[in-house]
């Protein structure tokens, strides 16, 4: 697994998230989603290589990614006045995206 190309593609990924299904609080996702990622990314990176050698499973990869729920604060699109159930769906959509690229990249 190249580790590079996954966290490229992640942030591919979540780019494309935000274009096409939260377009009306874009700006505001895509710096609260930079700042998710500068602070799991080593534990994203750590974790998806620990997938990839079978030394965790699936479940157990998406059990750590669901930890990290609460790094995922959204505050600036808090501040952007979203609701906290869109905010709740928003996060599940960001860590399902994570999910979903580091399990296609195996």
């Known amino acids: ?8 593609a992640l942030k591919e990924n979540l780019l494309l998230l935000t274009k096409e299904t ?12 930079n700042d998710f990622l500068s602070k799991s990314q080593e534990k994203i990176e750590r974790w ?13 990869f998406e059990w750590l990614l669901k930890s990290q729920n609460d790094l995922l604060t959204l505050k600036v699109v808090q501040r952007a006045g979203v609701s906290k159930i869109k905010i709740n769906n928003i996060k599940k959509a960001i860590l399902n995206t994570v999910f979903q690229t580091v399990i296609g990249s195996l």
Request: proline residues 3%.
């Open 22 to 33: 939260y377009k009306d609080i874009k700006p505001e996702l895509q710096k609260d989603i």
């Open 48 to 60: 998806s290589l620990l997938l990839a050698s079978n030394s965790i499973t699936k479940d157990e």
């Open 1 to 8: 697994m190249d580790i590079e190309k996954v966290m490229k």
